[in-house]
């Protein structure tokens, strides 16, 4: 086993250039990267930009103890991009502001680093720009991204309208089954150190906790199939959260049919096993890192079949209110039990 | 006294509309701010853009004892802006991300805002997105600026060529002695709580630390003279520190004539009075924000009487070294004692 190196052995700007090395840029418009004051950029002509940042906190977003540091780095990076794609845009460039603490060795940021270009590579995103520093806790994360659209054609919240069909790609409520799953091997590994983590069973729903994915694949097959949603969202925060931001920036209210909500078998399973409703799961969940649209009713034949785009019901008139439609047909006031950090 | 609001009472989304209600939109390119998954910006035609995040981090970079809320935000600006306006750009839009452990109030984060807000105001700039989310531990506060210039007219830390007059925008080294000026009445006051901090004397230097100034005047006037700078950096860690990065960057020597540095009356009886170097102090005190840059010495006549700049020496030959130039006419080399956080 090779030796692990503090970071005060190495010092920020060593450590910057051993972070660097493995950087390409593949933006045409990144003129230049890290290394100077700032990044300098040519956007395309054409298209507006959009920007966005997210924070990951130790102890409050992620747990070292089951998330690795490449997966960490990877699903930063998803969860900005996945904001980008909410807006019907695609990512450019990107930086990171990251602080961590004195049991952080050179290795450990290196593996972080690691997952952040492989996502980047994934997303086609370049990372331009950064600053590392020490804390005197623990391991904090902030990425901003910045990504393009057409002109005119990014995407908000607020322009959906009644009777547009309500939208969601893949499927829900996996990521917080494989959360519990990990908490639950958590709790039994401190019981007992011998015990060897039964994940075996549990890949899909592990797997969406640990590293989701940016839908961009739905950005560019709704552009190829020609529709231009009218608002979009993505799924932090579990569905019903991101239905009453929608309908309350649209201005509308909505009706979501619950046996339509996609729930993939995995997910079903390990509900089961955790006595867990999975309709509560998909619904106030979080981390799916889904995208939630809508589309005009007119756009139905483009999507109905669209193997990975599931129509959850639609827009109406604010005074209707914001509902689940039960399988009896009745309706109930969808809440926000969305996860809140504080 | 009002009562204060712990923020887990209000929770996050309630948090971020108040923090958002006294923002304004001023650049004429922020197309949308807070409030959906991203901003959207419209660039100036003509422009290309820069991008540079700082990270700032309780206990590491600053110390609430006796820095304000309000000058923390207020100078997490500035120091961002000052990395724009090292490249020869105007600030335009920046996101901050934020994270607060539980002794934080609602009333704290919005002090904190008010100074973000005081910046943003001050540099025109406009704050178009957030996150702000719990902590375990102290304040980490990341902010990432874009800035514009025009195509081509960025200025990196690389274009310095040999006989190029090194210059420095206003003084050195006060910075540094503010903070001993501080750390000095914090030790008072920890021995003795009745003490009354004494800082009457040293307004100044207290002021270059707790709330610096990012030297965008200094990009205009450049401009209006119609003087290029033919590489540029800010100085953050000591003037030491920067001017062997643009060396290095520039694949130059240089001569920095130690009877030039800039130092102004507050700082030369700050030092005296703790004993210290004022040369040292501005060579290696760093956090004075003021810009580095080379010009052509054909530039000599526009700048050599701006009252607020300072021709150093100049760039040479990178076999000549890096050295300051005593007032014997010895060169010293000189070397980064620059601050790292690790």
Request: glycine share 10%; proline share 6%; hydrophobic share 40%.
């Amino acid at each position: 086993m090779s030796e692990l190196t503090p970071l005060n052995a190495i010092g920020e700007f060593a450590l910057i250039n051993r972070l660097q090395a493995g950087l390409t840029l593949r933006q045409p418009g990144s003129v230049l990267g890290i290394g100077d004051d700032a990044a300098i950029i040519r956007p395309t002509a054409g298209t507006e930009l959009v920007m966005t940042t997210d924070l990951l906190v130790e102890g409050i977003h992620f747990d070292l103890s089951f998330c690795p540091l490449r997966h960490l780095g990877y699903k930063a990076v998803a969860v900005n991009v996945s904001d980008v794609a909410a807006m019907n845009a695609l990512p450019t460039q990107l930086v990171v502001a990251l602080s961590v603490g004195p049991r952080f060795t050179v290795e450990a940021v290196e593996e972080l680093y690691a997952g952040l270009r492989l996502a980047c590579e994934a997303y086609n995103v370049d990372l331009v720009g950064g600053d590392t520093t020490a804390s005197r806790g623990g391991l904090t994360l902030a990425i901003t991204v910045l990504g393009e659209a057409p002109t005119g054609k990014a995407v908000r919240r607020s322009g959906g309208k009644p009777t547009d069909l309500l939208c969601v790609s893949g499927d829900l409520g996996g990521a917080f089954l494989g959360l519990q799953v990990l908490e639950r091997e958590k709790q039994a590994f401190m019981a007992d150190p011998e015990t060897q983590p039964e994940l075996a069973n549990y890949e899909y729903v592990v797997q969406r906790q640990l590293r989701p994915e940016a839908r961009l694949d739905i950005v560019h097959e709704l552009r190829e199939l020609g529709v231009h949603p009218t608002s979009m969202i993505d799924v932090s925060d579990g569905l019903a959260s991101e239905v009453l931001h929608l309908c309350a920036a649209s201005g509308t209210g909505a009706r979501v049919f619950s046996e339509f909500l996609p729930l993939a078998n995995p997910t079903l399973e390990a509900a089961a096993e955790f006595n867990l409703d999975p309709i509560t799961c998909a619904l106030n969940g979080g981390e799916d890192y889904e995208l939630l649209f809508t589309v005009p009713v007119t756009d139905h034949e483009k999507i109905k079949n669209h193997p990975d785009i599931t129509i959850l019901g639609h827009l109406t008139g604010k005074e209707e209110g914001t509902n689940l439609i039960t399988k009896a047909g009745q309706p109930v006031p969808l809440k926000a039990q969305g996860w809140t950090s504080f």
